[in-house]
């Protein structure tokens, strides 16, 4: 096996166990409790795309990670994913933790931004990288609004 391929699987588990021990138990009930707008997946559609999201970051991380000669940027790239997958695992403990969905919304904005800077740094040192991130970057649009909805439709009544 490659160091390539040994790292990258190793960040994608590392990442799994933080989402996991951030969102802790009772996740069913955490869906269960909460009001969903009808466009909303159903919560064995979330495995799939968990499933999808981690595929993106195994293929961006190995692409990168394989590269001969990737010059300063690589690091760069490297980082900005590290930070989008240590906030999507933050993510878990605003949503299913504290139960917060204004925050779980709030941290939407970093990530998307980070996301959107990792694109044409992609661009510049693997195109197929790039591509592999390009369907997510589109999903990160969905899930903006879903957050948004879910904050608004769970959100206490004003007095």
């Given at each position: ?70 010059g300063p940027l ?86």
């Amino acid at each position: 096996m490659t160091s390539a391929l040994i790292y990258s699987i190793a960040a994608c588990a590392v990442s799994i166990v933080l989402e996991a021990l951030f969102a802790g138990t009772g996740i069913k009930g955490r869906f269960a409790e909460l009001r969903f707008p009808r466009y909303a997946p159903p919560l064995w559609l979330w495995a799939f795309i968990g499933l999808f999201y981690y595929v993106v970051c195994f293929a961006v991380i190995y692409r990168l990670l394989s590269l001969p000669d990737a010059g300063p940027l690589r690091p760069w790239a490297l980082l900005l994913l590290a930070s989008i997958m240590l906030i999507n695992a933050l993510w878990n403990y605003f949503f299913f933790r504290t139960r917060n969905l204004f925050h779980a919304f709030v941290i939407g904005f970093p990530y998307a931004l980070i996301a959107l800077l990792l694109f044409p740094l992609l661009l510049c040192l693997d195109r197929l990288a790039a591509f592999c991130l390009l369907p997510y970057l589109f999903y990160l649009i969905y899930a903006g609004a879903l957050g948004y909805h879910l904050w608004k439709l769970n959100s206490p009544a004003p007095s």
